[in-house]
């Protein structure tokens, strides 16, 4: 009997935003329809819609207990949304079994009591009136109600949560990694199975996580969902956003813009997390015009400067590689004139700038770095900071007749009352030195170490740290070492600087060293870094043995290295065997070649794809050496006859690895 007085009134109920009930044919008590309530709020049927299409409303008695639960339920899922407005209030109850007697009405109903709750058929409703027929936007949203008549669905017994709980367990789970928890506790558990109105803080929430993970595309899925349910973005949201696209594998300053098209359209003024995260999208977008637009943006909106901004600045100069270095003189200039004190990450910053990026057009340099004044004096005079070469004209020495550059003259040819000067200081400090002759226009820049002259060199740099309090760290440590010049010198020059001002190191530092040296043939000296970093209490790796490998010329070198690699402990890998190939390809040593490829098969050494490439093209030239030399018995030609039989030998016994 209850299940079908359920099944008749539940579509019903559904489409209404009233409890409303027709007798049925048989007699139904109140604990019945009591029950029957109950049961809709849990399993959350009671749907919302069309509350000026209905303006009656019905009683029903429940319990106190039963009023708490359909309280928390109706706030929980209907009072959020601004265009419902509901509300339940108490009444006088004629049954003395129960305590109160509730009402649940729309804002523009009439209440209207009828008699005795156990007693059913005394509705002076007409036929229409009772079974009014209206279409609910919820109904057609959900299309599992459309069989709701024929379908019994399952109920839910669990506890129910509102919005602020899955707030924080999603926000927890962010925290702990656990990201596809987190958006399967959402999308699951809260929208399907408890079926709760989500909030804007919950998909700013979700899309500040996706965002971190880099998930771009899941990013503006929700806030395509957030659109979609009317929901507003608040500029937590936009921040959110604006950090996805810059994490993504391609940002375009294209979607930046729709973004903050669509920020404006919402009224929202972007306040200083939302310019940064705006300039460090740009940045990623390799835009760097439209993150200097930003940053004045920025500044005439009364937002605060701060040293992130510059950062995120300096992040725009590293992605352009034909005039960075000269963008990120002008950004850090621009760092001092607002006061903001740079820190260890800007400075690394600036020495990844020196490595990597070059300075532009010498010309337009001059006009911007030294201004007019030194562009009319260069008509005047030769003195160039560098030179087309490669060199610099020393412009401390302008008498120095000998062809060597000054930084390879040792220490003694800079007297010790002059200083090198600094681009990085502004036009007013850079007017002394101008005034001397020192400093009138700047040449062709080629080299980092060029570069890094120009901005004080490796002792100015270190000595600029700490006189404004930064420590210089490893990372610092290691990028002065790949923007010095490539000689022993300046290489033990950084190292008593690092040892004089105790900057820390790590056995990265030490493989780099070691590969500059190796490098360019000195094996030597890249085995003594290695005793260096021994007594330094680090311990060589596998990256420290590939870098040796590079230096290894000779078979006995290559094979000696190998026995040290075991020695060690270490189990050789295939970069190593890679390096130690790439030598032997090199001086065409095909004996070399065969004992290497040997090797690696005993080991069960699998090549990969720069190996085969090597060993292709080493194959071709033993061909070519052999039609040089048919009928020659010479030790090269009977080498490149064994390389070649048993080159296809071994080429079909291994498997290229992946």
Not at 281 to 289: C, E, H, I, Q, S
Not at 532 to 550: H, K, S, Y
Not at 637 to 655: D, E, I, N, P, T
Request: hydrophobic residues 35%; charged residues 20%.
């Amino acid at each position: 009997m209850y299940s079908l007085w359920r099944k008749r009134c539940l579509c019903f109920i559904r489409s209404s935003t009233t409890i409303l009930y027709k007798q049925p044919s048989y007699t139904t008590t109140t604990t019945v329809i009591k029950q029957w309530f109950i049961d809709l709020i849990n399993t959350n049927r009671l749907y919302t819609g069309c509350i000026h299409k209905h303006n009656t409303a019905r009683l029903i008695h429940i319990t106190t207990q039963q009023y708490s639960i359909l309280n928390t339920r109706l706030r929980d899922r209907y009072f959020t949304q601004p265009c419902r407005n509901y509300c339940v209030t108490t009444g006088v109850c004629n049954n003395n079994n129960l305590d109160t007697q509730y009402v649940l009405h729309s804002s523009a109903g009439q209440v209207t009591e009828f008699g005795d709750p156990d007693q059913f058929g005394n509705l002076a409703l007409t036929e229409e009136e009772q079974w009014p027929v209206f279409e609910s936007k919820s109904v057609k949203e959900d299309k599992k109600w459309d069989e709701c008549d024929d379908v019994e669905t399952e109920v839910y017994t669990g506890v129910y949560h509102n919005q602020y709980w899955f707030h924080k367990q999603v926000k927890n789970l962010a925290k702990a990694g656990k990201l596809e928890e987190a958006i399967s506790l959402f999308e699951n558990q809260m929208l399907v199975v408890e079926r709760v109105q989500p909030m804007e803080h919950n998909y700013t929430v979700l899309i500040g996580a996706c965002a971190r993970a880099g998930h771009t595309h899941k990013c503006f899925q929700l806030f395509k969902q957030m659109r979609k349910r009317g929901l507003v973005p608040t500029l937590s949201t936009f921040t959110a956003m604006f950090n996805a696209v810059a994490r993504s594998h391609d940002p375009t300053s294209d979607r930046i813009r729709q973004l903050i098209e669509q920020m404006g359209t919402f009224h929202l003024t972007p306040n200083t997390p939302v310019y940064h995260a705006i300039i460090k999208a740009y940045a990623y977008a390799d835009d760097l015009v439209s993150a200097l637009q930003t940053f004045h943006q920025a500044k005439h909106n009364h937002c605060q400067i701060s040293p992130v901004t510059f950062s995120h600045l300096m992040m725009a100069c590293v992605s352009d590689k034909n005039t960075g270095f000269l963008n990120i003189i002008q950004v850090w200039r621009l760092l001092s004139t607002h006061g903001v004190t740079a820190n260890v990450y800007h400075y690394n910053l600036l020495l990844r700038v020196v490595r990597d990026c070059n300075l532009g057009d010498p010309i337009r340099a001059t006009q911007i770095l030294l201004g007019e004044e030194a562009t009319h004096m260069n008509q005047h005079s030769n003195n160039t900071l560098p030179s087309t070469t490669g060199d610099m004209a020393s412009p401390i020495h302008p008498s120095n007749s000998d062809d060597t550059p000054w930084w390879q003259c040792g220490e003694p040819s800079v007297p010790s009352n002059h200083h090198l000067p600094s681009l990085l200081d502004t036009p007013t400090h850079l007017a002394p030195h101008t005034s001397q002759g020192c400093l009138v226009s700047i040449g062709e820049v080629t080299y980092p170490h060029e570069r890094l002259a120009m901005i004080g060199g490796s002792d100015g740099v270190i000595k600029r740290m700490l006189s404004e309090g930064v420590d210089p760290d490893v990372r610092t440590a290691t990028l002065l070492l790949e923007c010095v010049e490539r000689t022993k010198r300046r290489e033990e020059q950084l190292m008593r600087l690092v040892r004089k001002h105790e900057i820390p190191t790590d056995i990265d530092f030490y493989n780099s060293l070691i590969r500059r040296r190796a490098m360019r043939g000195k094996l030597s000296l890249a085995k003594i870094v290695v005793d260096i970093l021994t007594e330094e209490g680090l311990c060589p790796n596998l990256r420290t043995f590939c870098n040796l490998a590079i230096g290894c010329r000779r078979e006995e070198e290559g094979l000696q290295l190998l026995r040290d690699i075991r020695s060690v402990g270490l189990q050789v890998n295939v970069n190593v065997y890679g390096a130690l190939i790439s030598r032997a390809c090199h001086s065409e040593d095909y004996h070399y070649l065969v004992e290497l490829l040997k090797r690696m098969q005993r080991c069960e050494i699998n090549p990969n794809h720069f190996i085969i490439e090597l060993l292709e093209t080493a194959y071709q030239s033993a061909q070519q050496c052999l039609k040089r030399n048919q009928h020659s018995t010479s030790k090269k030609a009977s080498a490149a006859r064994g390389f070649l039989g048993y080159y296809k030998q071994w080429l079909h016994s291994v498997s290229i690895a992946t």
